[in-house]
C-alpha cells in the first residue's frame, strides 16, 4: 500500500494491492453488491441530511433578517411576509448561494446580534464546518473496497480517502457521523426557536387603566 493513496476512478471498486488477487465467488459478489447498495443509500442519507441542515440555515437567515414583532401593524406584517417569501424564492433557494457561504452569512449574522452565547456560535461554527466536509466528501469522492482474506473467508472492507489516506467505514465511524449531524440541526432549529419567541418575549405589558370615578 503506497503512503499516499490516491481515489480511485469509479465508485465501489475492489482495490488490490500489488500482487494481491481474490476468488470472486458468488457469496463475495452478493456482499459486495449488498454493501455497494447500502452505502449508496448511506451516501444519500448524508447528503439529504446536510439540505435538511441548510435549509434550517436558511430559516434562521430569514428570520434575523425579516423578524417583526406583533405590535407592527397588519399591512407591515403583510410586507415582511412578502419580503421572506421573495429571499426564499431568489436567494437562499436559487442556488446562487453556496452552503460554505451561507455559514459565514450565519456567523455574521449570530456575532452581530448575539441571540446565542459566544461559546454556543463557536460550537455551532464547528459542527457547520463538520457537516460541510463531510457533505462534499461523500457527494465528490468515491468509496473503495479493501478485501482481507483470512484462512476462512474474504472480507471486504469499505473506505474512503481522506487526506490521501484510507479512512474505514465502519459503524463507529457512521455512529459519529449521525451525532455531529443530530446535534448541528437541533443547534440551528433551537436558534429559530429563540428568535421565533424574542418578539412575544419582548412585548412591553400595557399598562392597568384606572377608572374614572362615577
Same mark, same amino acid.
Given at each position: +500500500?503506497?503512503? *499516499?493513496?490516491?481515489?480511485?476512478?469509479?465508485?465501489?471498486?475492489?482495490?488490490?494491492?500489488?500482487?494481491?488477487?481474490?476468488?470472486?465467488?458468488?457469496?463475495?459478489?452478493?456482499?459486495?453488491?449488498?454493501?455497494?447498495?447500502?452505502?449508496?443509500?448511506?451516501?444519500?442519507?448524508?447528503?439529504?441530511?446536510?439540505?435538511?441542515?441548510?435549509?434550517? +440555515?436558511?430559516?434562521?437567515?430569514?428570520?434575523?433578517?425579516?423578524?417583526?414583532?406583533?405590535?407592527?401593524?397588519?399591512?407591515? +406584517?403583510?410586507?415582511?411576509?412578502?419580503?421572506?417569501?421573495?429571499?426564499?424564492?431568489?436567494?437562499?433557494?436559487?442556488?446562487?448561494?453556496?452552503?460554505?457561504? /451561507?455559514?459565514?452569512?450565519?456567523?455574521?449574522?449570530?456575532?452581530?446580534?448575539?441571540?446565542?452565547? /459566544?461559546?454556543? !456560535?463557536? +460550537?455551532?461554527?464547528?459542527?457547520? @464546518?463538520?457537516?460541510?466536509?463531510?457533505?462534499?466528501?461523500? %457527494?465528490?469522492?468515491?468509496?473503495?473496497?479493501? =478485501?482481507?482474506?483470512?484462512?476462512?473467508?474474504?472480507?471486504?472492507? %469499505?473506505?474512503? !480517502?481522506?487526506?490521501?489516506?484510507?479512512?474505514?467505514?465502519?459503524?463507529?465511524?457512521?455512529?459519529?457521523?449521525?451525532?455531529?449531524?443530530?446535534?448541528?440541526?437541533?443547534?440551528? @432549529?433551537? !436558534?429559530?426557536?429563540? !428568535?421565533?419567541? *424574542?418578539?412575544?418575549?419582548?412585548? =412591553?405589558?400595557?399598562?392597568?387603566?384606572?377608572? %374614572?370615578?362615577?
Amino acid at each position: +500500500m503506497s503512503a *499516499k493513496e490516491s481515489i480511485p476512478p469509479r465508485d465501489s471498486w475492489i482495490v488490490l494491492d500489488p500482487r494481491q488477487s481474490i476468488l470472486m465467488t458468488p457469496e463475495i459478489a452478493a456482499g459486495w453488491e449488498r454493501q455497494k447498495i447500502a452505502l449508496r443509500q448511506i451516501r444519500g442519507n448524508i447528503i439529504a441530511y446536510s439540505l435538511d441542515i441548510e435549509f434550517a +440555515m436558511d430559516v434562521v437567515i430569514r428570520e434575523m433578517l425579516f423578524s417583526c414583532d406583533l405590535n407592527i401593524n397588519a399591512e407591515f +406584517m403583510e410586507k415582511a411576509e412578502k419580503d421572506r417569501s421573495i429571499f426564499d424564492r431568489v436567494v437562499s433557494k436559487s442556488g446562487v448561494i453556496t452552503f460554505n457561504n /451561507k455559514i459565514k452569512i450565519l456567523k455574521n449574522l449570530l456575532r452581530e446580534n448575539q441571540i446565542i452565547s /459566544k461559546e454556543d !456560535i463557536k +460550537m455551532l461554527l464547528k459542527l457547520l @464546518e463538520e457537516v460541510k466536509v463531510i457533505r462534499n466528501k461523500f %457527494a465528490h469522492t468515491t468509496i473503495a473496497f479493501e =478485501p482481507k482474506t483470512s484462512t476462512e473467508k474474504t472480507l471486504l472492507i %469499505a473506505y474512503i !480517502i481522506e487526506a490521501g489516506k484510507r479512512l474505514y467505514l465502519d459503524d463507529n465511524y457512521f455512529y459519529k457521523l449521525d451525532q455531529i449531524f443530530s446535534e448541528c440541526l437541533v443547534r440551528v @432549529e433551537n !436558534i429559530t426557536r429563540t !428568535i421565533q419567541k *424574542k418578539p412575544l418575549e419582548a412585548l =412591553p405589558k400595557k399598562p392597568k387603566t384606572e377608572e %374614572a370615578p362615577t
